[in-house]
Protein backbone atom coordinates (compact mmCIF):
# COMPACT_ATOMS: atom_id res chain seq x y z
CA UNK A 1 0.00 0.00 0.00
CA UNK A 2 1.07 3.47 -0.69
CA UNK A 3 -0.50 6.79 0.60
CA UNK A 4 0.07 9.78 -1.16
CA UNK A 5 3.52 10.95 -2.29
CA UNK A 6 5.76 13.83 -3.14
CA UNK A 7 8.47 12.39 -5.06
CA UNK A 8 11.63 14.52 -5.77
CA UNK A 9 13.72 13.35 -8.77
CA UNK A 10 16.70 15.82 -8.18
CA UNK A 11 16.37 17.19 -4.82
CA UNK A 12 19.34 16.18 -2.29
CA UNK A 13 17.25 16.79 1.05
CA UNK A 14 14.33 14.48 0.07
CA UNK A 15 14.37 10.64 -1.21
CA UNK A 16 12.92 10.21 -4.33
CA UNK A 17 10.19 7.73 -3.97
CA UNK A 18 10.17 5.82 -7.32
CA UNK A 19 13.96 4.56 -6.88
CA UNK A 20 13.06 4.09 -2.63
CA UNK A 21 10.04 1.67 -3.61
CA UNK A 22 11.89 -0.05 -6.33
CA UNK A 23 14.53 -0.76 -4.38
CA UNK A 24 12.89 -1.93 -0.94
CA UNK A 25 10.15 -3.76 -2.15
CA UNK A 26 10.75 -6.90 -4.16
CA UNK A 27 9.63 -10.63 -3.79
CA UNK A 28 12.19 -13.46 -3.28
CA UNK A 29 13.12 -13.51 -7.18
CA UNK A 30 13.88 -9.66 -6.91
CA UNK A 31 10.87 -8.55 -8.99
CA UNK A 32 9.62 -4.97 -7.94
CA UNK A 33 6.37 -5.77 -6.18
CA UNK A 34 3.23 -4.44 -7.01
CA UNK A 35 1.54 -1.56 -5.05
CA UNK A 36 -1.65 -3.35 -4.21
CA UNK A 37 -3.96 -0.34 -2.73
CA UNK A 38 -2.97 3.55 -3.60
CA UNK A 39 -4.59 5.58 -1.74
CA UNK A 40 -5.03 8.87 -2.90
CA UNK A 41 -6.11 11.11 0.27
CA UNK A 42 -6.95 13.87 -1.90
CA UNK A 43 -5.41 15.46 -4.51
CA UNK A 44 -3.40 18.74 -3.34
CA UNK A 45 -0.45 19.31 -5.21
CA UNK A 46 1.87 18.11 -2.44
CA UNK A 47 0.11 14.90 -2.16
CA UNK A 48 -0.02 13.86 -5.91
CA UNK A 49 2.86 15.05 -6.98
CA UNK A 50 4.86 12.57 -9.26
CA UNK A 51 1.76 10.58 -9.95
CA UNK A 52 1.94 10.80 -13.67
CA UNK A 53 5.99 9.12 -13.70
CA UNK A 54 4.76 6.43 -11.24
CA UNK A 55 1.87 5.18 -13.13
CA UNK A 56 3.48 5.90 -17.05
CA UNK A 57 7.29 5.51 -16.61
CA UNK A 58 8.15 4.08 -13.01
CA UNK A 59 7.52 0.05 -14.35
CA UNK A 60 5.50 -0.16 -10.72
CA UNK A 61 2.22 -2.17 -11.36
CA UNK A 62 -0.52 -0.60 -9.76
CA UNK A 63 -3.51 -2.91 -8.73
CA UNK A 64 -6.45 -0.35 -7.06
CA UNK A 65 -6.54 3.04 -6.68
CA UNK A 66 -8.46 4.97 -3.68
CA UNK A 67 -9.84 8.22 -4.52
CA UNK A 68 -12.48 10.42 -3.15
CA UNK A 69 -15.52 11.62 -3.85
CA UNK A 70 -15.25 15.47 -5.24
CA UNK A 71 -15.65 18.17 -7.56
CA UNK A 72 -12.40 19.97 -6.67
CA UNK A 73 -10.54 22.00 -9.44
CA UNK A 74 -7.07 23.85 -8.97
CA UNK A 75 -7.55 27.40 -10.11
CA UNK A 76 -3.60 28.05 -11.56
CA UNK A 77 -1.13 25.07 -11.36
CA UNK A 78 2.30 26.02 -9.17
CA UNK A 79 4.40 24.43 -12.30
CA UNK A 80 3.62 22.39 -15.52
CA UNK A 81 4.77 19.20 -13.39
CA UNK A 82 1.50 20.28 -11.25
CA UNK A 83 -0.52 20.44 -14.15
CA UNK A 84 1.02 16.91 -15.67
CA UNK A 85 0.26 15.24 -12.52
CA UNK A 86 -3.26 16.69 -12.37
CA UNK A 87 -4.35 16.00 -16.04
CA UNK A 88 -2.76 12.04 -15.23
CA UNK A 89 -5.18 12.30 -11.61
CA UNK A 90 -8.08 13.52 -13.69
CA UNK A 91 -7.15 10.44 -16.06
CA UNK A 92 -6.88 7.72 -13.45
CA UNK A 93 -10.27 8.85 -11.65
CA UNK A 94 -12.29 9.06 -14.76
CA UNK A 95 -15.65 6.55 -15.59
CA UNK A 96 -13.66 4.59 -18.37
CA UNK A 97 -10.55 4.14 -16.87
CA UNK A 98 -8.09 1.67 -16.79
CA UNK A 99 -7.57 1.68 -13.43
CA UNK A 100 -9.68 0.11 -10.62
CA UNK A 101 -10.58 2.87 -8.90
CA UNK A 102 -12.12 3.02 -5.78
CA UNK A 103 -14.09 5.49 -3.75
CA UNK A 104 -15.29 4.74 -0.46
CA UNK A 105 -16.46 6.42 2.66
CA UNK A 106 -17.10 6.48 6.20
CA UNK A 107 -20.90 4.81 5.99
CA UNK A 108 -20.31 2.46 3.02
CA UNK A 109 -20.72 -0.86 3.39
CA UNK A 110 -18.29 -3.05 3.43
CA UNK A 111 -17.02 -0.59 5.22
CA UNK A 112 -13.51 -2.28 6.19
CA UNK A 113 -11.05 -3.58 4.09
CA UNK A 114 -8.05 -6.06 4.50
CA UNK A 115 -10.48 -8.68 6.23
CA UNK A 116 -8.91 -11.58 7.37
CA UNK A 117 -9.15 -12.72 11.46
CA UNK A 118 -10.34 -9.15 11.85
CA UNK A 119 -10.75 -5.95 10.25
CA UNK A 120 -7.49 -3.91 9.41
CA UNK A 121 -8.41 -0.98 7.14
CA UNK A 122 -11.19 1.12 8.51
CA UNK A 123 -12.12 5.01 6.93
CA UNK A 124 -13.22 7.21 9.16
CA UNK A 125 -13.36 10.11 6.86
CA UNK A 126 -14.35 11.05 4.57
CA UNK A 127 -18.31 10.76 5.56
CA UNK A 128 -21.50 11.88 3.53
CA UNK A 129 -21.85 14.66 6.07
CA UNK A 130 -18.19 15.88 5.14
CA UNK A 131 -18.53 15.57 1.61
CA UNK A 132 -21.20 17.82 1.75
CA UNK A 133 -20.00 20.20 4.13
CA UNK A 134 -16.63 20.64 1.71
CA UNK A 135 -18.82 21.64 -1.63
CA UNK A 136 -21.33 24.17 0.32
CA UNK A 137 -20.87 27.26 2.42
CA UNK A 138 -22.18 27.69 5.66
CA UNK A 139 -25.79 29.73 3.66
CA UNK A 140 -26.37 26.40 1.26
CA UNK A 141 -24.60 28.01 -1.97
CA UNK A 142 -22.41 25.67 -4.11
CA UNK A 143 -18.59 26.21 -3.33
CA UNK A 144 -16.62 27.60 -6.86
CA UNK A 145 -14.10 24.50 -7.79
CA UNK A 146 -11.53 25.75 -6.52
CA UNK A 147 -12.64 26.46 -3.31
CA UNK A 148 -13.70 23.02 -2.38
CA UNK A 149 -12.25 22.62 1.29
CA UNK A 150 -10.42 19.20 0.40
CA UNK A 151 -8.79 19.37 3.92
CA UNK A 152 -11.86 18.26 5.81
CA UNK A 153 -12.53 15.56 3.78
CA UNK A 154 -9.83 13.76 3.07
CA UNK A 155 -9.52 10.26 3.68
CA UNK A 156 -8.01 9.29 7.08
CA UNK A 157 -7.53 5.99 7.96
CA UNK A 158 -7.23 3.44 11.10
CA UNK A 159 -4.90 0.81 10.18
CA UNK A 160 -4.86 -2.43 12.43
CA UNK A 161 -0.88 -3.70 12.29
CA UNK A 162 -1.00 -7.07 14.74
CA UNK A 163 -2.03 -5.92 17.88
CA UNK A 164 -0.95 -1.93 16.97
CA UNK A 165 -2.79 0.87 15.74
CA UNK A 166 -2.01 3.20 13.29
CA UNK A 167 -3.66 6.44 12.18
CA UNK A 168 -3.15 7.81 9.21
CA UNK A 169 -4.78 11.67 9.28
CA UNK A 170 -3.61 13.28 6.15
CA UNK A 171 -4.23 17.04 6.06
CA UNK A 172 -7.21 16.50 7.87
CA UNK A 173 -8.59 19.92 9.99
CA UNK A 174 -11.01 21.13 12.68
CA UNK A 175 -14.25 20.20 11.35
CA UNK A 176 -13.26 16.84 10.12
CA UNK A 177 -11.96 15.91 13.52
CA UNK A 178 -14.92 16.87 15.14
CA UNK A 179 -17.18 14.93 13.01
CA UNK A 180 -14.99 11.93 13.45
CA UNK A 181 -15.14 12.45 17.12
CA UNK A 182 -18.40 12.62 17.51
CA UNK A 183 -19.06 9.19 14.92
CA UNK A 184 -15.92 7.08 16.10
CA UNK A 185 -14.55 8.11 19.40
CA UNK A 186 -14.64 4.84 20.77
CA UNK A 187 -11.98 3.69 17.64
CA UNK A 188 -9.41 6.61 18.50
CA UNK A 189 -8.02 5.54 22.08
CA UNK A 190 -4.46 4.33 22.64
CA UNK A 191 -3.22 4.87 19.06
CA UNK A 192 0.39 3.52 18.75
CA UNK A 193 1.47 5.62 15.36
CA UNK A 194 0.06 8.81 14.28
CA UNK A 195 1.15 10.21 11.07
CA UNK A 196 0.21 13.78 12.28
CA UNK A 197 -2.13 15.63 10.47
CA UNK A 198 -1.27 18.23 7.91
CA UNK A 199 1.78 17.11 7.98
CA UNK A 200 2.49 18.32 12.19
CA UNK A 201 0.93 21.87 11.40
CA UNK A 202 -1.05 23.86 13.67
CA UNK A 203 -4.06 23.98 11.03
CA UNK A 204 -4.06 20.20 11.48
CA UNK A 205 -3.96 19.82 15.37
CA UNK A 206 -7.21 19.42 17.15
CA UNK A 207 -6.55 19.03 21.10
CA UNK A 208 -9.25 16.66 21.80
CA UNK A 209 -8.37 14.35 18.77
CA UNK A 210 -4.79 13.72 19.83
CA UNK A 211 -5.64 13.63 23.55
CA UNK A 212 -8.68 10.61 22.80
CA UNK A 213 -5.40 8.86 20.60
CA UNK A 214 -2.91 9.15 22.79
CA UNK A 215 -0.32 8.28 20.88
CA UNK A 216 3.13 6.74 21.60
CA UNK A 217 4.38 7.87 18.38
CA UNK A 218 3.99 10.83 16.45
CA UNK A 219 5.35 11.94 12.86
CA UNK A 220 5.48 15.01 10.99
CA UNK A 221 6.09 15.08 7.22
CA UNK A 222 7.36 18.59 6.46
CA UNK A 223 10.77 20.73 5.66
CA UNK A 224 13.03 22.52 8.38
CA UNK A 225 11.48 25.93 7.48
CA UNK A 226 7.43 25.02 7.75
CA UNK A 227 8.35 22.88 10.79
CA UNK A 228 9.79 26.34 12.49
CA UNK A 229 7.04 28.86 11.05
CA UNK A 230 3.70 26.73 11.02
CA UNK A 231 4.97 22.96 13.32
CA UNK A 232 2.41 21.95 16.03
CA UNK A 233 5.24 20.32 18.23
CA UNK A 234 4.70 21.60 21.30
CA UNK A 235 1.06 21.52 21.01
CA UNK A 236 1.43 18.06 20.38
CA UNK A 237 3.68 17.68 23.59
CA UNK A 238 1.49 19.43 25.93
CA UNK A 239 -1.52 17.19 24.95
CA UNK A 240 0.46 13.60 24.84
CA UNK A 241 3.17 14.01 27.21
CA UNK A 242 4.75 10.40 26.54
CA UNK A 243 5.04 10.67 22.88
CA UNK A 244 7.64 10.70 20.92
CA UNK A 245 7.70 13.18 18.09
CA UNK A 246 9.71 11.75 14.88
CA UNK A 247 10.21 14.22 11.46
CA UNK A 248 10.95 13.16 8.65
CA UNK A 249 12.98 16.74 7.84
CA UNK A 250 15.69 14.76 9.93
CA UNK A 251 15.29 11.92 7.39
CA UNK A 252 13.63 8.91 5.94
CA UNK A 253 11.37 7.81 8.71
CA UNK A 254 11.02 3.67 9.13
CA UNK A 255 8.65 2.30 11.69
CA UNK A 256 8.74 -1.70 11.95
CA UNK A 257 5.46 -2.88 13.75
CA UNK A 258 5.89 -6.27 15.45
CA UNK A 259 4.13 -9.14 15.76
CA UNK A 260 5.14 -8.68 19.57
CA UNK A 261 3.31 -4.72 19.30
CA UNK A 262 7.12 -3.16 20.03
CA UNK A 263 7.60 -0.94 17.67
CA UNK A 264 10.98 0.01 16.23
CA UNK A 265 11.72 2.96 14.79
CA UNK A 266 14.33 3.37 12.27
Keep these: MMIDMFNHDDHDDYENIIEYYKSNFKDSNGNIRSIFRYICTHPHQDHICGIKKIFEDSGININNFWDIDHEFEPEEFQDDEHKED ?9 EDSEYTVIRTKREDKPSKYWDDEEDRIEVLSPSEKLIEKAHNKEDGTKRKAHEVDLNN ?90 AEIIRTNDGTVVAKLGFDGKIEIE
Excluded at 86 to 94: A, G, T
Aim: net charge negative.
Design 86 to 94: WNKYKEIRK
Design 153 to 242: MPYVLLMRVNKLKVVFASDAEDKCWEDILDNCSVKLGNIDLLKAAHHGRLSGFQEKAVKKMNPKYIVFSMSNETDDEHGAEEDYKNSVLE
